[in-house]
Protein backbone atom coordinates (compact mmCIF):
# COMPACT_ATOMS: atom_id res chain seq x y z
CA UNK A 1 0.00 0.00 0.00
CA UNK A 2 1.56 3.91 -1.05
CA UNK A 3 0.76 6.49 1.64
CA UNK A 4 -0.27 9.54 0.14
CA UNK A 5 -2.76 11.19 2.41
CA UNK A 6 -2.18 11.19 6.28
CA UNK A 7 -3.84 12.39 9.31
CA UNK A 8 -2.38 13.26 12.33
CA UNK A 9 -4.66 13.48 15.77
CA UNK A 10 -3.49 15.55 18.47
CA UNK A 11 -0.98 18.71 17.70
CA UNK A 12 0.78 18.64 21.19
CA UNK A 13 4.64 18.69 20.77
CA UNK A 14 4.67 15.88 19.20
CA UNK A 15 2.42 15.64 17.12
CA UNK A 16 2.96 19.23 15.47
CA UNK A 17 6.41 17.99 14.76
CA UNK A 18 5.43 14.88 13.21
CA UNK A 19 2.66 17.01 11.07
CA UNK A 20 5.31 19.64 10.03
CA UNK A 21 7.93 16.91 9.38
CA UNK A 22 5.30 15.18 7.00
CA UNK A 23 4.03 17.62 5.20
CA UNK A 24 7.80 19.22 4.83
CA UNK A 25 8.31 15.94 2.53
CA UNK A 26 5.03 16.62 0.45
CA UNK A 27 2.67 14.48 1.47
CA UNK A 28 -0.82 16.41 1.92
CA UNK A 29 -1.55 16.67 6.24
CA UNK A 30 -4.89 17.12 8.27
CA UNK A 31 -4.11 18.20 11.26
CA UNK A 32 -7.06 17.22 14.09
CA UNK A 33 -7.77 18.00 17.65
CA UNK A 34 -10.43 18.27 19.51
CA UNK A 35 -11.14 22.00 19.81
CA UNK A 36 -10.65 24.65 17.08
CA UNK A 37 -9.20 26.95 19.54
CA UNK A 38 -6.28 24.42 19.92
CA UNK A 39 -5.85 24.42 16.20
CA UNK A 40 -5.54 27.57 16.63
CA UNK A 41 -2.72 27.69 19.08
CA UNK A 42 -1.29 24.93 16.73
CA UNK A 43 -0.68 27.21 13.92
CA UNK A 44 1.91 29.54 15.93
CA UNK A 45 3.45 26.39 16.40
CA UNK A 46 4.14 25.80 13.26
CA UNK A 47 5.58 28.77 12.51
CA UNK A 48 7.90 27.95 14.81
CA UNK A 49 8.56 25.23 13.39
CA UNK A 50 9.52 26.74 10.34
CA UNK A 51 11.92 28.98 12.17
CA UNK A 52 13.68 26.02 13.57
CA UNK A 53 13.90 24.16 10.15
CA UNK A 54 15.79 27.44 8.77
CA UNK A 55 17.66 27.55 11.39
CA UNK A 56 18.53 24.11 11.68
CA UNK A 57 17.77 22.50 7.95
CA UNK A 58 18.68 25.52 6.06
CA UNK A 59 15.31 25.56 4.57
CA UNK A 60 14.15 28.28 2.87
CA UNK A 61 11.21 30.39 2.86
CA UNK A 62 9.45 29.12 0.14
CA UNK A 63 10.19 25.11 1.22
CA UNK A 64 8.19 26.12 4.65
CA UNK A 65 5.36 28.53 2.86
CA UNK A 66 5.00 24.95 0.92
CA UNK A 67 4.88 23.01 3.99
CA UNK A 68 2.16 25.02 5.48
CA UNK A 69 0.22 24.99 2.28
CA UNK A 70 -0.02 21.35 2.66
CA UNK A 71 -1.61 21.23 6.07
CA UNK A 72 -5.67 21.40 6.57
CA UNK A 73 -7.12 21.75 10.29
CA UNK A 74 -10.17 20.08 11.63
CA UNK A 75 -12.35 19.55 15.04
CA UNK A 76 -14.66 17.14 13.19
CA UNK A 77 -12.74 13.98 13.09
CA UNK A 78 -15.25 12.22 10.37
CA UNK A 79 -14.26 14.75 8.16
CA UNK A 80 -10.77 15.32 9.29
CA UNK A 81 -10.06 11.27 8.18
CA UNK A 82 -12.32 11.24 4.90
CA UNK A 83 -10.26 9.34 2.61
CA UNK A 84 -6.88 8.94 4.47
CA UNK A 85 -4.20 6.27 4.41
CA UNK A 86 -2.58 6.93 7.34
CA UNK A 87 -3.64 8.19 11.01
CA UNK A 88 -0.96 8.53 13.37
CA UNK A 89 -1.97 9.07 17.10
CA UNK A 90 -0.92 11.93 19.06
CA UNK A 91 -2.84 12.00 22.03
CA UNK A 92 -2.34 12.01 25.16
CA UNK A 93 -0.30 9.10 27.37
CA UNK A 94 -3.22 7.65 28.91
CA UNK A 95 -4.65 4.77 28.25
CA UNK A 96 -8.03 5.26 28.77
CA UNK A 97 -8.12 8.24 26.29
CA UNK A 98 -5.99 6.48 23.56
CA UNK A 99 -8.79 3.72 23.79
CA UNK A 100 -11.68 5.73 23.65
CA UNK A 101 -10.05 7.67 20.61
CA UNK A 102 -9.51 4.65 18.87
CA UNK A 103 -12.57 3.35 19.22
CA UNK A 104 -13.82 6.73 17.80
CA UNK A 105 -11.48 6.31 15.18
CA UNK A 106 -12.89 3.22 13.95
CA UNK A 107 -16.28 4.29 13.55
CA UNK A 108 -15.36 6.62 10.91
CA UNK A 109 -12.09 5.66 9.51
CA UNK A 110 -12.29 3.96 5.84
CA UNK A 111 -11.64 0.45 5.73
CA UNK A 112 -8.08 0.67 4.00
CA UNK A 113 -6.27 3.02 6.77
CA UNK A 114 -3.70 2.28 8.97
CA UNK A 115 -3.53 3.11 12.77
CA UNK A 116 -0.18 4.30 14.28
CA UNK A 117 0.62 5.35 17.61
CA UNK A 118 3.31 7.81 18.16
CA UNK A 119 3.22 6.22 22.46
CA UNK A 120 6.31 6.59 23.88
CA UNK A 121 5.36 4.12 26.65
CA UNK A 122 2.50 1.94 25.60
CA UNK A 123 2.71 -1.53 23.71
CA UNK A 124 0.07 -1.49 20.88
CA UNK A 125 -1.42 -5.06 22.04
CA UNK A 126 -2.63 -2.66 25.00
CA UNK A 127 -4.90 -0.67 21.92
CA UNK A 128 -5.17 -3.38 19.39
CA UNK A 129 -8.73 -4.35 20.06
CA UNK A 130 -9.99 -0.94 20.59
CA UNK A 131 -8.75 -0.07 16.70
CA UNK A 132 -11.54 -2.70 15.11
CA UNK A 133 -8.54 -3.49 13.23
CA UNK A 134 -5.37 -5.18 14.62
CA UNK A 135 -3.85 -5.93 11.55
CA UNK A 136 -3.43 -2.54 10.36
CA UNK A 137 -2.15 -0.96 13.59
CA UNK A 138 1.49 -0.94 15.22
CA UNK A 139 3.56 1.67 16.73
CA UNK A 140 5.46 4.32 15.11
CA UNK A 141 7.36 6.41 17.45
CA UNK A 142 9.51 9.51 17.13
CA UNK A 143 11.73 11.41 18.93
CA UNK A 144 11.36 15.12 20.16
CA UNK A 145 13.00 17.38 17.54
CA UNK A 146 12.24 15.41 14.97
CA UNK A 147 13.76 17.14 12.03
CA UNK A 148 17.29 17.00 14.29
CA UNK A 149 16.59 13.60 16.28
CA UNK A 150 15.02 11.58 13.25
CA UNK A 151 14.67 7.81 14.54
CA UNK A 152 11.15 6.49 14.04
CA UNK A 153 10.52 3.35 16.17
CA UNK A 154 8.40 0.83 14.34
CA UNK A 155 7.26 -1.77 16.78
CA UNK A 156 4.23 -4.00 15.77
CA UNK A 157 2.11 -6.57 18.04
CA UNK A 158 1.85 -10.43 17.27
CA UNK A 159 -1.44 -9.35 14.89
CA UNK A 160 -0.20 -7.05 12.78
CA UNK A 161 0.17 -7.69 9.29
CA UNK A 162 3.40 -7.82 8.05
CA UNK A 163 2.90 -5.89 4.69
CA UNK A 164 1.32 -2.97 7.08
CA UNK A 165 4.87 -3.29 9.38
CA UNK A 166 6.92 -2.90 6.14
CA UNK A 167 4.44 0.07 4.79
CA UNK A 168 5.09 2.32 8.16
CA UNK A 169 9.02 1.35 7.77
CA UNK A 170 8.94 2.88 3.99
CA UNK A 171 6.92 5.79 4.94
CA UNK A 172 9.32 6.48 7.88
CA UNK A 173 12.21 6.52 5.44
CA UNK A 174 10.47 8.44 3.01
CA UNK A 175 9.93 11.88 5.65
CA UNK A 176 13.51 11.59 6.66
CA UNK A 177 13.58 9.18 9.30
CA UNK A 178 16.12 6.67 10.53
CA UNK A 179 13.70 3.58 10.18
CA UNK A 180 14.32 1.33 13.69
CA UNK A 181 12.09 -1.22 13.18
CA UNK A 182 12.04 -3.66 16.19
CA UNK A 183 11.44 -7.12 16.11
CA UNK A 184 8.86 -8.07 18.87
CA UNK A 185 6.80 -5.45 21.73
CA UNK A 186 9.05 -4.10 24.01
CA UNK A 187 7.78 -1.68 26.70
CA UNK A 188 9.92 1.74 26.21
CA UNK A 189 10.86 1.04 23.04
CA UNK A 190 14.46 0.96 21.99
CA UNK A 191 14.73 5.28 22.58
CA UNK A 192 13.12 5.38 25.99
CA UNK A 193 14.53 1.80 27.08
CA UNK A 194 17.28 3.61 27.89
CA UNK A 195 16.04 7.48 28.26
CA UNK A 196 13.56 6.79 30.72
CA UNK A 197 15.76 5.34 33.47
CA UNK A 198 18.43 8.21 33.35
CA UNK A 199 15.43 10.92 33.46
CA UNK A 200 14.05 8.80 36.56
CA UNK A 201 17.48 8.73 38.27
CA UNK A 202 17.67 12.60 37.39
CA UNK A 203 13.95 13.03 39.78
CA UNK A 204 14.69 10.59 41.61
CA UNK A 205 18.13 12.57 43.03
CA UNK A 206 16.49 15.83 42.68
CA UNK A 207 12.69 14.84 44.59
CA UNK A 208 15.27 12.86 47.55
CA UNK A 209 17.21 15.99 47.92
CA UNK A 210 20.45 14.56 46.87
CA UNK A 211 21.87 17.44 44.06
CA UNK A 212 19.49 20.34 42.77
CA UNK A 213 18.95 20.80 38.62
CA UNK A 214 22.02 22.59 37.65
CA UNK A 215 24.25 19.97 40.01
CA UNK A 216 22.17 17.14 38.29
CA UNK A 217 22.56 18.00 34.65
CA UNK A 218 26.20 19.37 34.91
CA UNK A 219 27.15 16.02 36.46
CA UNK A 220 25.48 13.79 33.12
CA UNK A 221 27.18 16.83 30.70
CA UNK A 222 30.84 16.42 31.93
CA UNK A 223 30.89 13.25 33.22
CA UNK A 224 29.87 12.10 29.17
CA UNK A 225 29.76 14.49 27.30
CA UNK A 226 26.21 15.02 26.52
CA UNK A 227 24.92 18.35 25.02
CA UNK A 228 22.26 18.27 27.68
CA UNK A 229 21.48 16.48 30.85
CA UNK A 230 18.16 14.69 32.12
CA UNK A 231 16.14 18.43 33.37
CA UNK A 232 16.62 19.93 30.03
CA UNK A 233 15.65 16.58 28.75
CA UNK A 234 12.56 16.93 30.61
CA UNK A 235 11.90 20.65 29.36
CA UNK A 236 12.24 19.17 25.47
CA UNK A 237 9.64 16.26 26.23
CA UNK A 238 7.76 17.90 28.23
CA UNK A 239 6.45 17.90 32.09
CA UNK A 240 3.43 17.00 31.62
CA UNK A 241 4.48 13.53 29.65
CA UNK A 242 6.90 13.20 33.05
CA UNK A 243 4.19 13.86 34.87
CA UNK A 244 1.50 11.13 33.41
CA UNK A 245 4.01 8.35 32.94
CA UNK A 246 5.57 8.51 36.74
CA UNK A 247 1.31 8.88 37.82
CA UNK A 248 0.69 5.57 35.79
CA UNK A 249 3.42 3.92 37.39
CA UNK A 250 3.18 5.12 40.53
CA UNK A 251 -0.93 3.77 40.66
CA UNK A 252 0.52 0.28 38.99
CA UNK A 253 2.95 -0.10 41.32
CA UNK A 254 2.02 1.79 44.51
CA UNK A 255 6.04 2.47 44.85
CA UNK A 256 5.50 5.34 47.66
CA UNK A 257 8.85 7.18 46.37
CA UNK A 258 7.26 7.73 42.85
CA UNK A 259 4.36 8.76 43.64
CA UNK A 260 6.59 11.64 45.91
CA UNK A 261 7.83 12.63 42.26
CA UNK A 262 4.34 13.22 41.09
CA UNK A 263 3.41 15.02 43.50
CA UNK A 264 6.58 17.51 43.11
CA UNK A 265 5.79 17.56 39.44
CA UNK A 266 2.31 18.43 40.15
CA UNK A 267 2.67 20.69 43.07
CA UNK A 268 6.31 22.98 41.52
CA UNK A 269 4.82 22.42 37.54
CA UNK A 270 1.73 21.31 36.85
CA UNK A 271 -0.61 23.18 38.71
CA UNK A 272 1.68 26.22 37.90
CA UNK A 273 1.94 25.84 34.11
CA UNK A 274 5.18 25.72 34.03
CA UNK A 275 5.93 22.53 31.56
CA UNK A 276 8.83 22.67 29.54
CA UNK A 277 10.19 24.74 26.56
CA UNK A 278 6.79 24.95 24.71
CA UNK A 279 5.06 27.45 28.00
CA UNK A 280 8.85 28.69 28.19
CA UNK A 281 9.39 27.53 31.51
CA UNK A 282 9.80 24.20 33.41
CA UNK A 283 12.93 23.14 34.98
CA UNK A 284 14.82 26.14 32.96
CA UNK A 285 13.62 29.32 31.49
CA UNK A 286 13.67 29.84 27.92
CA UNK A 287 14.32 30.70 25.29
CA UNK A 288 18.06 31.67 27.31
CA UNK A 289 18.66 28.62 29.63
CA UNK A 290 20.98 28.76 31.50
CA UNK A 291 22.64 24.83 30.86
CA UNK A 292 23.68 26.49 27.34
CA UNK A 293 25.61 29.57 29.31
CA UNK A 294 29.50 29.35 28.40
CA UNK A 295 30.33 29.16 32.49
CA UNK A 296 27.76 26.31 33.34
CA UNK A 297 30.12 23.56 33.18
CA UNK A 298 32.45 25.66 35.15
Known amino acids: MKIEKVTLAGSGVLGSQIAFQTAFHGYAVMVYDISDDILEKSKT ?9 KADLNASQKQIDETIDRLS ?10 NVDLVIESVPEDPSIKKEFYKKLAAVAPEKTIFASNSSTMLPSTFAQSTGRPAQFAALHFANEIWKHNTAEIMGHPGTDPDVF ?12 VALPLKKEQPGYIVNSLLVPLLSAGLDLLVSGVADVPTIDKTWMVATGAPTGPFAILDVVGITTAYNINK ?10 KQKVVEYLKENFIDKGKLGV ?5 FYTYPNPSFKDDDFLK
Open 278 to 282: ATGEG
Open 73 to 82: FSSDLEKAVA
Open 45 to 53: TFKKLGESY
Open 248 to 257: MEAEKTGDSD
Open 166 to 177: DTLVAFAKSIGM
